[in-house]
């Protein structure tokens, strides 16, 4: 069995365990924005660095007052530039991305307090998160006017290119707040770690010189747009690790249907 269907398979039984489990629940539905951030080949050391926006939205179907299940769509932009890296080696190799993220996951939340709208008597909670998804990301490189799909100009010589849809595993904390009534507000940071090394479409080592992938005119070496182009055929283009990670850190605002009925437990 492979590592993603083990992971959808323990997914898919936490989440129907809770649902019949549950005596009672409401719904909650909310809407969420701010920053979205990438650690990986071109931003090795920064976990906290963020590039570009990200919004979101869920449904939530919230057992008792420390947990609920919910489907959650996000969308975030992010980005790295060599050329804009503190590190000299860096900003040799000279390379760049950008790409969309468009993340649907199912995610588990657990309320550390007595949450008020699950039942509860608590205000305030802090609560972690975590779950499984699909991730759908395209790299890109914008010059001369032109953006060039590096997902689909085979960059490192592969045979067979990559998937750009792949499953990711969020996983997060936050803080939420029960301000009036069944409105609530909440901040959370969340990480996930795709099973893939290209989101920057940087993984594996440079290849042979009949392999370069040159565009443009004037042109450029999407391959090695090295500054004297030190990308040697064989040698490692990016770092060691097998996965990349992105994060999202938002702020938003949610409504709960609450039942009228009690839970029971």
Same mark, same amino acid.
């Given at each position: 069995?492979? %590592?993603?269907?083990? *992971? %959808?398979?323990?997914?898919?039984?936490?989440?129907?365990?809770?649902?019949?489990?549950?005596?009672?629940?409401?719904?909650?539905?909310?809407?969420?924005? !701010? !920053?979205?951030?990438?650690?990986?080949?071109?931003?090795?050391?920064?976990?906290?660095?963020?590039?570009? *926006?990200?919004?979101?939205?869920?449904?939530?179907?919230?057992?008792?007052?420390? *947990?609920?299940?919910?489907?959650?769509?996000?969308?975030?932009?992010?980005?790295?530039?060599?050329?804009?890296?503190?590190?000299?080696?860096?900003?040799?190799?000279?390379?760049?991305?950008?790409?969309? %993220?468009? =993340?649907? $996951?199912? %995610?588990?939340?657990?309320?550390?307090?007595?949450?008020?709208?699950?039942?509860?008597?608590?205000?305030?909670?802090?609560?972690?998160?975590?779950?499984?998804?699909?991730?759908?990301?395209?790299?890109?490189?914008?010059?001369?006017? =032109?953006?060039?799909?590096? +997902?689909?100009?085979?960059?490192? !010589?592969? =045979? =067979?290119?990559?998937?750009?849809?792949?499953?990711?595993?969020?996983?997060?904390?936050?803080?939420?707040?029960?301000?009036? +009534?069944?409105?609530?507000?909440?901040?959370?940071?969340?990480?996930?770690?795709?099973?893939? +090394?290209?989101?920057?479409?940087? $993984?594996?080592?440079?290849?042979?010189?009949?392999?370069?992938?040159?565009? !443009?005119?004037?042109?450029?070496?999407? $391959?090695?747009?090295?500054?004297?182009?030190?990308?040697?055929?064989?040698?490692?283009?990016?770092?060691?690790?097998?996965? +990349?990670?992105?994060?999202?850190?938002?702020?938003?605002?949610?409504?709960?249907?609450?039942? $009228?009925?009690?839970?029971?437990?």
């Amino acid at each position: 069995m492979t %590592l993603n269907k083990f *992971l %959808l398979i323990i997914s898919f039984f936490t989440i129907s365990e809770q649902v019949v489990h549950a005596q009672e629940g409401n719904w909650e539905i909310g809407l969420m924005g !701010g !920053g979205a951030g990438y650690m990986g080949d071109l931003n090795q050391n920064n976990p906290l660095q963020i590039s570009g *926006l990200s919004g979101g939205l869920y449904a939530k179907r919230n057992f008792n007052q420390y *947990l609920g299940v919910r489907l959650n769509y996000t969308y975030g932009q992010i980005q790295a530039k060599d050329s804009e890296s503190n590190n000299a080696q860096f900003r040799d190799r000279n390379l760049s991305f950008n790409t969309s %993220l468009n =993340e649907i $996951s199912a %995610l588990v939340d657990f309320n550390f307090f007595n949450f008020k709208l699950g039942g509860g008597t608590r205000q305030f909670t802090p609560y972690l998160f975590t779950g499984a998804g699909f991730v759908a990301f395209k790299p890109k490189f914008k010059y001369d006017g =032109e953006t060039y799909r590096l +997902d689909r100009l085979a960059t490192e !010589g592969q =045979e =067979e290119g990559y998937k750009n849809a792949v499953l990711t595993i969020p996983y997060g904390v936050g803080l939420r707040y029960n301000y009036k +009534d069944t409105w609530s507000v909440f901040t959370e940071l969340g990480y996930r770690t795709p099973l893939t +090394d290209y989101i920057d479409d940087v $993984s594996g080592r440079y290849p042979g010189l009949e392999r370069h992938v040159v565009v !443009g005119n004037p042109s450029i070496n999407l $391959s090695d747009p090295s500054i004297g182009q030190i990308g040697v055929p064989g040698t490692q283009r990016g770092d060691f690790r097998k996965r +990349d990670t992105y994060l999202f850190v938002s702020v938003g605002i949610s409504f709960t249907f609450v039942s $009228s009925k009690c839970y029971s437990f």
